[in-house]
């Protein structure tokens, strides 16, 4: 092979690092939205394995219903948590610890996980509505930008949802450095805390 110009072997060592930091933000990406995957799984699975006399907690609006008001059925729905249970989140912290990639689809049960992402906005609505209506739960991952324009709809949210960070401003995150990726995600974590008094997990 001919000599290579230092300033072209830099430009090429350059480009490599830059590709390295990108994948390695991807892969950092991934083992996130996996984790929130799982931690949603989890969620909506910590109690429906469990006895009918198990305690759980109802949320004030859906009690009636839970507790024999117009069930005609067999197929009687539990109410929806208020929040995230403990052992969730508990599981949740651990499987974060890891640092590992975290792959979803358990060896029994089947589950789906309702997940909204880029809210709130003007469809948040829509999705809190049929989620109480079937009393079912989700997760939202909010973007910070969005939060500033809808500030009223977290606590909205909760009610039915965990919440999750999805960024401040929904950049590419392949295309920022690490300190970047962290300060998109640590300043929507705050802003989630804030308006929704909940510590932020996924």
């Avoid at 799982?38 to 759980?56: F, K, L, W």
């Avoid at 500030?151 to 590419?172: N, Y």
């Avoid at 300043?187 to 929704?196: G, P, W």
């Amino acid at each position: 092979m001919a000599f290579e110009p230092d300033h072209l072997a830099a430009r090429r060592a350059q480009l490599r690092a830059r590709h390295r930091r990108r994948r390695l933000v991807a892969l950092g990406a991934l083992v996130v939205l996996i984790g929130c995957i799982v931690g949603v799984a989890v969620a909506a699975t910590g109690g429906s394995g469990s006895s009918a006399g198990s305690p759980s907690a109802a949320a004030p609006d859906r009690g009636a219903r839970a507790n024999g008001g117009g069930g005609g059925g067999s197929g009687a729905r539990a109410a929806p948590r208020a929040g995230v249970d403990a052992r969730g989140i508990a599981n949740i912290k651990k499987l974060i610890a890891l640092g590992l990639p975290i792959y979803c689809a358990g060896p029994n049960g089947n589950a789906v996980a309702f997940t909204f992402d880029d809210g709130p906005g003007p469809y948040t609505h829509y999705a809190v509505k049929k989620l109480t209506e079937a009393g079912e739960r989700g997760t939202f991952f909010a973007v910070g930008k969005s939060i500033n324009a809808y500030p009223d709809w977290l606590p909205r949210e909760l009610k039915v949802a965990a919440i999750g960070d999805h960024s401040a401003t929904h950049p590419d995150l392949l295309g920022l450095a690490p300190d970047e990726v962290r300060q998109q995600l640590a300043s929507t974590k705050q802003l989630i805390e804030a308006h929704s008094g909940q510590p932020v997990y996924l």
